[in-house]
C-alpha cells in the first residue's frame, strides 16, 4: 500500500488547512488510518486515528476540539481538517495505515501500532 499525504502549507495563526491522504488501493485489511507529526528536533507523536470500518476517532488532547479526523471510503481517501492552527501545530505530518487488527482505536496511538507510512506533508503556522 503507497499512501500519499497532501495539502500542507503556510498558514497564519488562526487559519485552517485539510489534510488529504490518499492510499493507492483498496484494501479490506485497512483498520485503522492514523495522523502522526513531527516537528523539528522533536519525536513523532501522534494526531488523530480513525477506525475505517465503525468511523471511531481518538485525538491527542493538543488538536482536541480543533482537528478532525474523516474518511471518504469512495476515494479510500482520509482527511484531517485543522482548525484554529497555532504556531505549535507546524510540523511535518504524515498519515499511516494500520493492517492488522485491534481492539480499541483508542489505543492505537503509537507509530509501532501502523504498518505504512505517508511520505508526510508540511504545515507552517505563522504567528
Known amino acids: 500500500v503507497q499512501l500519499q499525504a497532501s495539502g500542507g502549507g503556510l498558514v497564519q495563526a488562526g487559519g485552517s488547512l485539510r489534510l488529504s491522504c490518499a492510499a493507492s488501493r483498496r484494501t479490506f485489511s485497512t483498520y485503522v488510518m492514523g495522523w502522526f507529526r513531527q516537528a523539528p528536533g522533536k519525536e513523532r507523536e501522534f494526531v488523530a486515528a480513525?477506525?475505517?470500518?465503525?468511523?471511531?476517532?481518538v485525538y491527542a488532547d493538543s488538536v482536541k476540539g480543533r482537528f478532525t479526523i474523516s474518511r471518504d471510503n469512495g476515494k479510500n481517501t482520509v482527511y484531517l481538517q485543522m482548525n484554529s492552527l497555532k504556531p505549535e501545530d507546524t510540523a511535518v505530518y504524515y498519515c499511516a495505515e494500520r493492517s492488522r487488527r485491534f481492539v480499541l482505536v483508542a489505543a492505537m496511538t503509537t507509530s509501532d501500532d501502523y504498518d505504512y507510512w505517508g511520505q508526510g506533508t508540511q504545515v507552517t503556522v505563522s504567528s
Open positions: 480513525l477506525s475505517w470500518s465503525g468511523g471511531s476517532t
